[in-house]
Structure formats: structure tokens, C-alpha cells
């Protein structure tokens, strides 16, 4: 499948990620550096729902581990279940761009189905020391495109070493800043304050014109999926994630994961991922979609 093809030069050229401006060495027995980053420890986890792959289960911290993912049982358990009710499907899981700040990895992942099917998803792992004790994520399944070029463009972008390192902290603040000003508080004129409007790509296939014309669309319906609540901001250099909530009268809606990659103090690329939050009567665990 044109997909697939496309999958393996992704997964090559995931190897320009896998540094940090915020790396983290893990001690194996004896002070022993472990081979293995947060980042490449990620890869590994996320490719055992494919592999069914017992061993990066070990990166988890059995007596800490909180999952967020409301449609899997919470705990290390709770994980292995999920990995072998994934593997049975016959899914391909490949890890696209994964980034590190702080204690935190976050990752965009595709996964191909077997009913010719993908999901595109934002994974977010916390670290303490060297285990992974929480796990948040969001995702979203779509019919996947025929054309191989399509399918890049709409949906993934050209896969480049992040950049600016030095500017994490500055592209955060900018990141949020736009989500607060145009997207919370409806500002949609402020658009080109925060974005380049000559060379902005929108990579949500639902959104192809771009997100001034999402944002429009949104002033004009009344009904929309603009973001009541801020969770989270993460980011490496270029690249920034925000966590957002959508809620109705205090109960939460949706989650909204949107990445922003900046050029010179400015947004030039966004992917997006809105996932509805079942009623609390189906969650399987306890613990909510964000609680960071």
C-alpha cells in the first residue's frame, strides 16, 4: 500500500529526533548508562501495540502508573490489556515526531488498520527518574487518502530535525498567547500577530483552507469546538503541543491536542487531533482526560 511505503521513510527519518534540549540519562545497574533515551524508550513502548513486545513494558513504574486514555483500565494491567487487544487487530503502529521537555516525551503517532483505516495520535508520557508514571493521549481515525502525496501533505508535513532550541521557552509562550488571545477569546483578527500567513500550512484534513478560515467558520456558526480551558503546553525547540478542554456547562466535551511549529516567532504549520470524552458512565478508570 502507497500508505505503508510512505510509513518507512517517516520512521527513517524519526532518527533526527531522538536528541533534546533537555536530555535525560537513564542509570542502569552499577551507574550504568542505559542505551536507551525517554525518546527512543517512547518509540519502543508505542510500537509494542503492534509487536505485542513484552519488554519496554519495564519503562513503566508498576506502582505509580496513572492512565488518562479513558477506554483502557487504569495501571500497568490495564496497559498489557490494551497492547494485547491491539496486536490481535493486525494494526501497524509508527512513531512520526516524538520531543522531550522536562519530564514529559510527547509523541504523534500513525497507526494503519487493516480495514485500510488510520489514526493519527498525540501521545503524552511523564517521567519520574526513569520510569513512565502517566500517560495522556489523544486521537482521531480517518479513511485514508489514495494518493501517497495527499496523504503527506494533509496530514503529516515533511519530517525535519527540530530546530531552536534556544527558543523553546519564547515558542511556548507564543503558542499559548495565540491560543488564549484568537482561539479562547474569539480575537480572530489577531490571526497574523501570531501566524505567517504566507507560508502557514494546516495539516487537520478537516481544515484544509487553514485555521483563520476554522476560526471564522467558528465566529459565524455559533456551535464550535473552540477550547474553554488551557491544560498543558509543551514543547522542544520549534515545536510546541497544547493540551485544551472544551466544555459545556462544566462538564467536559471534548480534548483538543494541537501542535504548532514556529519560524521566527511565528506559527507555520499546525496538526490537530479533537477527541469527544465518552459520558463518565464508560470510562474505565477513574482518573479523566487531563488532571496534569
Not at 228 to 233: D, L, M, N, R
Request: proline fraction near 3%; include cysteine.
Amino acid at each position: 500500500m502507497k500508505v505503508r511505503i510512505l510509513i518507512v521513510v517517516a520512521v527513517t527519518t524519526l532518527l533526527l529526533f531522538l536528541g533534546s534540549c533537555t536530555p535525560h540519562h537513564t542509570q542502569g545497574e552499577g551507574g550504568m548508562q542505559n542505551t536507551l533515551s525517554r525518546k527512543e524508550q517512547v518509540v519502543e513502548l508505542l510500537k509494542t501495540f503492534e509487536t505485542g513486545d513484552s519488554v519496554p513494558i519495564a519503562y513503566i513504574n508498576p506502582e505509580k502508573y496513572i492512565q488518562h486514555n479513558l477506554q483502557v483500565a487504569d495501571g500497568v494491567e490495564g496497559f498489557r490489556e490494551a497492547i494485547r487487544g491491539a496486536e490481535k487487530s493486525g494494526i501497524k503502529v509508527n512513531t512520526l515526531r516524538v520531543f522531550e521537555d522536562g519530564d514529559y516525551v510527547f509523541a504523534q503517532t500513525l497507526t494503519s488498520r487493516p480495514d485500510d483505516s488510520i489514526e493519527l495520535t498525540f501521545d503524552i508520557f511523564h517521567y519520574e527518574g526513569d520510569k513512565i508514571v502517566e500517560h495522556w493521549d489523544n486521537s482521531s481515525v480517518f479513511h485514508t487518502p489514495s494518493d501517497t502525496a495527499v496523504f503527506q501533505s494533509a496530514y503529516i508535513g515533511n519530517i525535519t530535525a527540530v530546530t531552536d532550541l534556544d527558543k523553546c521557552a519564547e515558542n511556548k509562550t507564543l503558542a499559548e498567547g495565540f491560543m488564549r488571545t484568537v482561539v479562547l477569546q474569539d480575537s480572530i483578527e489577531r490571526f497574523p500577530e501570531f501566524a505567517d500567513t504566507a507560508s502557514y500550512t494546516e495539516h487537520n484534513p478537516y481544515i484544509q483552507e487553514g485555521m483563520m478560515a476554522m476560526l471564522l467558520l467558528f465566529a459565524d456558526g455559533g456551535q464550535s469546538f473552540v477550547p474553554s480551558t488551557i491544560h498543558k503546553v509543551l514543547g522542544e525547540g520549534d515545536y510546541v503541543l497544547v493540551v485544551s478542554e472544551k466544555s459545556v456547562d462544566g462538564v467536559a466535551k471534548s480534548a483538543l491536542y494541537d501542535l504548532f511549529r514556529f519560524s521566527k516567532g511565528k506559527i507555520v504549520e499546525h496538526w490537530n487531533i479533537l477527541e469527544a470524552i465518552p459520558p463518565q458512565s464508560a470510562w474505565r478508570n477513574a482518573n479523566g482526560k487531563f488532571g496534569f
